[in-house]
């Protein structure tokens, strides 16, 4: 069965009504194309830091942290923020409480450098656990084990 088509002669006089709203619709729908491939000029968390934490999510405890020394040397205040707080997240999945707790203090420093505001014990553990649900769904969904069979880690509270 075949659709019925308009005849030319109708679809002549019927062009000068859909042309212009075609060409507006054209229009609309370039500039919103050159919008989304613009992208977002700021990156909340930086190359840097969410290649470290795909690496995280990855058991690549070592390259993890080699990207966020690399992030928090090279980054805007925001992405070192992000960085240290990442960093330390890297090392509470190794086990490293000690190394993690030593970095608090810059890690509040930088959050009121980025942020203008202070840094809770609270806000900063519940950003911390989620860098380690991220890595551990990650972990989960690759098949790894959630801890990376590492001796001391799974740290639950961070």
């Known amino acids: ?6 005849s030319r002669p109708l679809l002549h006089a019927l062009s000068p009504l ?18 989304l491939l613009a992208g977002c000029p ?19 405890h070592a390259q993890a942290l080699q990207l966020t020394d690399r ?10 923020q992000q960085a240290l707080m990442l960093k330390a997240a890297i090392l509470l999945d190794v086990g490293d409480r000690a190394g ?4 608090y203090p810059a890690i509040a420093e930088a959050w009121q450098t ?14 911390l656990r989620l860098f380690l649900d991220v890595a551990r769904d990650q972990r989960v969904s690759a098949g790894l084990a959630p801890d990376c069979g590492l001796p001391g880690a799974g740290v639950d509270d961070v």
């Open 1 to 6: 069965m075949s659709q019925p088509t308009l």
């Open 18 to 35: 859909w042309r212009p709203a075609w060409s507006r619709l054209g229009g609309l729908l370039f500039l919103l194309a050159v919008l």
């Open 42 to 60: 700021k990156d909340p968390l930086g190359a840097d830091n969410r290649l470290a934490l795909v690496a995280l999510g990855q058991c690549r």
């Open 71 to 80: 992030a928090i040397a090279q980054g805007s205040e925001h992405n070192v």
């Open 100 to 103: 993690a707790e030593a970095l």
């Open 114 to 127: 980025a942020r203008r505001k202070e840094l809770t014990p609270a806000r900063r553990a519940r950003e």
